[in-house]
């Protein structure tokens, strides 16, 4: 099992950026893909990115593509969501989660999540 962190949310302007990073402990890291998903208030939680096991492989939704890069360290500790060009749409929690399948293109079949970070953008 792994447990996983995340951080760098925060209160940042329209046009900013930010860096969240998804910390984990317990099995190696690298050997599970990991996804990033939000859920604003009154909304369904919803797919942002996702990266392969070897971080070769990404993908992104539509919503984001361009503006959002996912990476993770070659230690395998760490997956890190950069968030640029931010709008007032993109306030949400931000929750990373892992999966032992290696179909990043699907948002399903992720058993392991963190509690969240919170991203407010102001406009």
């Known amino acids: 099992q792994v447990q996983l962190v995340e951080s760098g949310g925060g209160l940042v302007q329209a046009g900013g950026s930010l860096r969240l990073s998804c910390a984990a402990s317990?099995?190696?890291?690298?050997?599970?893909?990991v996804g990033w998903f939000r859920q604003a208030p009154g909304k369904e939680r919803e797919f942002v990115a996702a990266?392969?096991?070897?971080?070769?492989?990404?993908y992104y939704a539509d919503s984001v593509k361009g503006r959002f890069t996912i990476s993770r360290d070659n230690a395998g500790i760490t997956v890190y969501l950069q968030v640029d060009s931010l709008k007032p749409e993109d306030t949400a929690v931000y929750y990373c989660?892992?999966?032992?399948?290696?179909?990043?293109?699907?948002?399903?079949?992720?058993?392991?999540w963190g509690q969240g970070t919170q991203v407010t953008v102001s406009s």
């Open positions: 989660a892992a999966k032992i399948s290696p179909y990043i293109n699907s948002p399903s079949g992720y058993p392991y």
């Open positions: 317990g099995r190696t890291f690298s050997s599970y893909a």
């Open positions: 990266i392969s096991r070897s971080g070769a492989s990404t």
